[in-house]
């Protein structure tokens, strides 16, 4: 269990400080919950029960875990779907599965094929890469002490130095 004061990942919103934990009556039933708001959004509260199922709250990521997972960037990740259809449903599970390692290859893979091509990537591969730069790279940069921009530098170095020439 966390508690206040713990700054977790939850769900779509990332990185978010748990402000509180209190027990709340719902359709007759008393649970307890916790309370919580993303960083960088002090105005919206979320509470979420603490035994809840449905959305995923996990712990962040340590320095060496974000070192491990920057080394993902240098590496052949999954494979490319050549279907923009059947990308989006593959990518958008493996994103919503919570496997910090997943998550990167999908960002390496579609970070790699707009950086190394000069087609515009599709809207939909554009969203989930947009969605996942802003919750990993935020938690990398946290975890790594550096700014959300130098994360994202250093991760474009990683791809095009693995890109063949």
């Known amino acids: 269990m966390f508690e206040i004061g713990d700054v977790v990942i939850y769900s779509e919103h990332g990185l978010c400080k748990i402000d509180d934990i ?33 959305k ?19 590496k052949p990740g999954i494979d490319w779907v050549d279907d923009p259809k ?3 449903r593959a990518y958008q599970a493996l994103v919503q599965s919570g496997d910090r390692q ?15 091509t000069d087609q515009k990537i599709y809207d ?4 989930i890469l947009n969605h996942v730069q802003s919750i990993l790279f935020r938690e990398l940069s946290m975890a790594l002490g550096i700014s959300i921009d130098e994360v994202a530098d ?12």
């Open 56 to 74: 995923r709250i996990m712990r962040t990521m340590n320095r060496e875990e974000a070192v491990e997972l920057m080394d993902v960037f240098g």
């Open 86 to 88: 059947h990308r989006a």
């Open 102 to 116: 997943k998550i990167a290859e999908v960002a390496g893979a579609l970070m790699d094929k707009k950086l190394n």
């Open 124 to 127: 939909q591969d554009r969203k």
């Open 154 to 165: 250093q991760v474009e170095e990683r791809i095009l130095a693995a890109t063949p020439q």
């Open 22 to 54: 209190c027990k709340k009556e719902l359709f007759g039933e008393t649970r307890l919950y916790y309370v919580l708001h993303p960083l960088g959004e002090q105005t919206l509260k979320i509470s979420t029960p603490v035994d809840g199922k449905k």
